[in-house]
């Protein structure tokens, strides 16, 4: 991809000689926002780190506008970053904060309080130039870390966990006003994130690591639907996992699940040979409960109430448990026959033992 | 980053000179000598050595059981009661730990003294012939010494109490723990660092202690009074090997302590949550009292001392109460210069040792902060170790190695020069200035000085713009309180003293000696003040 703004080759580390991230290679389109998604120990802020030169990779290079900057320290890098503790000065005033990256440039003093002040209003802080940090909710203290952030004009944005600090209610409005801003500046983004709903949300694209290793990276709709591992599959969305053998290939393949006693069609994100031993991922949408004698028997065990959808915990005669997207209004212990909806997608088959 | 490093290892090395060569030559002074031991060999055949040093340990160990008794259930008092002025009377409180010992010691002696005013008053009230005590041997220097070493527990415990978690108190009462027993299994194991760092603490300063023995011991010698008598004797071998049996004793109790608890001497301070004041049992009033009638009596020693320097010399014979008060002392302190120059030399020569303290402790703690690993580690050390030495053992020890002009050995004729002291109190500064730079260090996330690099500061910005003026409160503090004792020192001062440099402490050892016992009071009432100003200033908080 030559278009690329923001080129990572091959990014490693290692800490106390366990890998922390192994050969992260990823293209970041100018003005794209990236989400790397992962859960904890995943090494996702290892990468974020490396990409700010606050840490320094064993292989691998980091490159910006076609310039490699891997050894650039991270002060001479022009990457504006916010914290997941926001990193604010508590000895400075706000202003003086977001002031403190145009500093040191032999900017006239006037020309550093004027830009500092348009950045504070861009982030709807005008006139709070000379307020302490400490009086700030922690909502706004946010904003001065991202005002903090860009007013230098970095060529890239990292945040680590931006929300993660901001109380539940709070955190999707603050997601759409980030969005629209780093939109608005045009900036390439990358953050940081545990949580699914967040990287969907704001990324444009999102990259899952597990185990210091990048298991995909595409749009969410890429991720859920199309999965390109087992690992992604489990990470992203609802699902649930039986176990068969590929009994037919083609474009479309037939998996035999000997414990329903029927054959589903399913896809495949690699080529899968015949009698190949599987484990079908089947997402709660792409089930239907029809009338009994219509699928395999199986009993409901336990519902969810959604709104227009009811998720229902359906126990199969093996043991097996599926979930299940219905109507709602149907009982426990009622019994019902489980078939694939015409028109979801197929169930996804990825080679047992691939993944545990 | 290289530069960074040689920097670090220089820095290490000039500690390492002031602050452990001293010690290693001294020790090597102990064992010098005929014998598989040399003079400490020596030492140890003689009984009146294992009697003084058998006297330090007990009297340090009941300095702590004192110091427990008074400053334990006081803590717990100001940390649980709510009462009007409850904020002052628990700054008065901690006052004594920031006042020089000799200070105290002076104050005990005009009030509990042969003449003192308490004792004159009680002589008369029971028509006595003569003082019904005299304030001397063990139980004065237990006196004093829990007069002024409570104030590490009242502290530490203090601060421990206004953290703790108040719901732990709840939860044991809803499993039916009385107040009793929540206090015995809940509170008091929580409290466990903080008695312990105040009692190493104690121990230690009542280990070094020197002005109380040395004005009130007479004939009880301890190890920092039996080393100052072996020197002045010319008895250098004999003051060699005191110095490295008690620099033994210091070590051994600390390794003792570390031993049992691995965090201490580190902090057991810091900042405390919200805490919720019951109001005690009884009525408001009796708190108030209690409150109250507790800082008179502690505060009584220096109220006399402040009387005493009111009287003009000669004036005062028999009457119980002076009979004539006028600022004649303090005119002549100002007015003649062989008077004023005492004042003059403590104030430059503490001045100067914070100064240089206050450079080399950041700058080895900004060292450390970077270097980390073994070379951080060794830089905290050193900026540490002196804490741990008595102060009589650092200042013979500097003595001897500061008398010979050796330079390929790093050594210096130093002794009888204005330099010796002014250096001598630095070391002494040290632990004081670096632990604070050191602590509000870690205070300091590295986030963010990481993200002063990435908004473009290199390390000099970064150190000068964000992380001094975070530390800057805590070094305040420090200083503050490196300045005071530097001012009112004593111990190291009549080792190493000379005419011309004759600071405060030595001044008023010599005019209670002429029997101006006004002059010393001002003296007294002149350091006393400027402590006092300097703690209540810079706060308590730093004083443990």
Same mark, same amino acid.
């Given at each position: ?7 990572? /080759? ?48 064993? &292989? ?84 001065? #870390? ?92 609802? #699902? ?8 037919? =290939? ?107 | ?44 055949? &003689? ?59 002076? #104050? ?177 009033? #009796? ?43 303090? /005119? ?6 062989? /008077? ?92 004081? =200035? ?13 986030? =963010? ?16 713009? =964000? ?78």
């Amino acid at each position: 991809m030559s278009s690329a703004f923001l080129e990572v /080759r091959g990014l490693s580390k290692a800490f106390a000689r366990q890998a922390v991230l192994e050969d992260l290679t990823l293209d970041v389109a100018q003005g794209e926002i990236v989400a790397l998604l992962g859960r904890s120990g995943s090494g996702k802020t290892t990468a974020l780190r490396l990409l700010a030169g606050l840490e320094t990779p064993d &292989r691998g290079a980091v490159c910006v506008a076609g310039e490699d900057v891997t050894r650039r320290p991270a002060a001479k890098r022009g990457v504006g970053m916010v914290f997941q503790s926001y990193a604010l000065f508590p000895h400075l005033t706000i202003g003086e904060n977001v002031a403190f990256g145009l500093e040191g440039h032999g900017l006239p003093r006037r020309e550093i309080r004027g830009r500092a002040e348009a950045a504070l209003a861009k982030v709807r802080l005008e006139g709070r130039y000379d307020g302490r940090v400490g009086d700030l909710s922690g909502g706004m203290q946010q904003r001065v #870390a991202i005002a903090r952030a860009l007013a230098p004009e970095p060529r890239v944005l990292l945040l680590d966990e931006p929300f993660s600090n901001l109380d539940p209610e709070l955190r999707e409005h603050t997601r759409r006003e980030l969005r629209s801003q780093i939109h608005a500046i045009g900036i390439t983004t990358l953050f940081v994130t545990h949580d699914q709903e967040e990287a969907f949300d704001l990324g444009d694209r999102v990259a899952l690591l597990e185990a210091g290793r990048l298991e995909q990276v595409g749009t969410p709709e890429d991720l859920y639907r199309r999965p390109a591992s087992a690992a992604v599959a489990r990470f992203v969305g609802r #699902a649930s996992w039986l176990r068969g053998t590929v009994s037919s =290939v083609g474009r479309v393949l037939a998996v035999r699940l000997p414990e329903l006693d029927v054959s589903w069609p399913a896809t495949s994100p690699v080529q899968l040979g015949n009698g190949q031993a599987v484990e079908l991922c089947v997402r709660p949408e792409a089930l239907r409960i029809a009338a009994a004698g219509d699928g395999p028997r199986a009993i409901i065990e336990a519902r969810r109430f959604l709104g227009a959808h009811s998720l229902y915990t359906a126990r199969l005669d093996s043991g097996d448990r599926l979930e299940i997207l219905g109507e709602p209004g149907l009982e426990l212990d009622h019994e019902i026959a489980v078939s694939l909806r015409p028109g979801a997608d197929l169930p996804i088959a990825f080679a047992s033992g691939a993944e545990s | 980053m290289r530069a960074g490093r040689l920097g670090a290892i220089a820095l290490a090395l000039l500690l390492a000179w002031l602050v452990g060569y001293p010690l290693l030559h001294a020790v090597r002074e102990g064992l010098a000598g005929p014998g598989t031991l040399g003079a400490l060999g020596e030492w140890a055949r &003689r009984s009146d050595e294992w009697r003084a040093l058998w006297r330090s340990l007990w009297i340090s160990l009941a300095s702590v059981g004192v110091s427990a008794a008074l400053g334990v259930p006081l803590a717990v008092f100001f940390a649980r009661a709510s009462f009007p002025g409850r904020m002052v009377l628990g700054r008065l409180l901690a006052l004594p730990v920031a006042l020089p010992p000799l200070v105290g010691v002076l #104050a005990f002696l005009f009030l509990y003294g042969e003449s003192g005013f308490v004792t004159r008053a009680l002589q008369s009230a029971l028509g006595l012939a003569a003082a019904p005590w005299r304030l001397q041997g063990w139980g004065a220097i237990l006196v004093v010494h829990g007069y002024s070493m409570y104030v590490y527990f009242f502290l530490l415990v203090r601060a421990a109490l206004s953290r703790l978690d108040p719901s732990l108190e709840e939860a044991a009462a809803s499993l039916g723990a009385g107040r009793a027993r929540a206090f015995w299994r809940v509170v008091l194991p929580q409290l466990r660092p903080a008695l312990l760092a105040a009692s190493l603490l104690t121990f230690m300063t009542a280990l070094g202690s020197f002005s109380a023995p040395y004005l009130f011991g007479g004939s009880f010698r301890v190890m920092t009074t039996q080393i100052l008598a072996s020197k002045l004797n010319g008895d250098g071998a004999a003051a060699a090997a005191e110095t490295v049996a008690l620099l033994g004793l210091a070590l051994a109790a600390l390794a003792v302590v570390r031993a049992v608890e691995p965090g201490v001497p580190a902090r057991a301070g810091g900042r405390g949550v919200a805490t919720r004041r019951s109001r005690v049992a009884g009525s408001p009033f #009796a708190a108030t009292a209690v409150g109250w009638l507790l800082a008179v009596a502690l505060l009584l020693p220096h109220l006399s001392l402040l009387l005493v320097s009111l009287v003009p010399v000669g004036t005062w014979t028999a009457e119980f109460l002076p009979p004539v008060l006028s600022l004649d002392n303090y /005119r002549r302190l100002l007015s003649e210069s062989e /008077r004023l120059r005492p004042i003059l030399n403590s104030l430059w020569m503490a001045l100067a040792a914070t100064a240089a303290a206050l450079v080399l402790g950041l700058g080895a703690a900004l060292a450390a902060r970077r270097a980390g690993g073994w070379l951080g580690g060794l830089l905290r050390a050193l900026l540490a170790l002196p804490w741990a030495i008595p102060g009589t053992v650092f200042a013979v020890a500097l003595a001897s190695t500061m008398s010979v002009s050796a330079p390929w050995q790093a050594r210096f004729v130093l002794v009888g020069t204005p330099f010796i002291l002014p250096l001598a109190y630095l070391v002494r500064s040290l632990p004081l =200035v670096g632990r604070s730079a050191v602590a509000g260090l870690d205070q300091i996330g590295p986030e =963010v000085e990481e993200a002063a690099a990435l908004l473009g500061a290199g390390p000099w910005r970064r150190a000068l713009r =964000v992380v001094v003026p975070l530390v800057k409160p805590a070094l305040v503090a420090g200083c503050g309180i490196a300045f005071i004792t530097a001012l009112g020192d004593f111990v190291v001062s009549i080792v190493l003293y000379t005419f011309e440099t004759r600071p405060i402490s030595v001044e008023i050892l010599s005019s209670l000696r002429l029997q101006e016992l006004g002059v010393a009071s001002a003296y007294g009432v002149v350091l006393m003040a400027a402590s006092a100003a300097a703690f209540l200033i810079w706060g308590e908080r730093e004083a443990a």
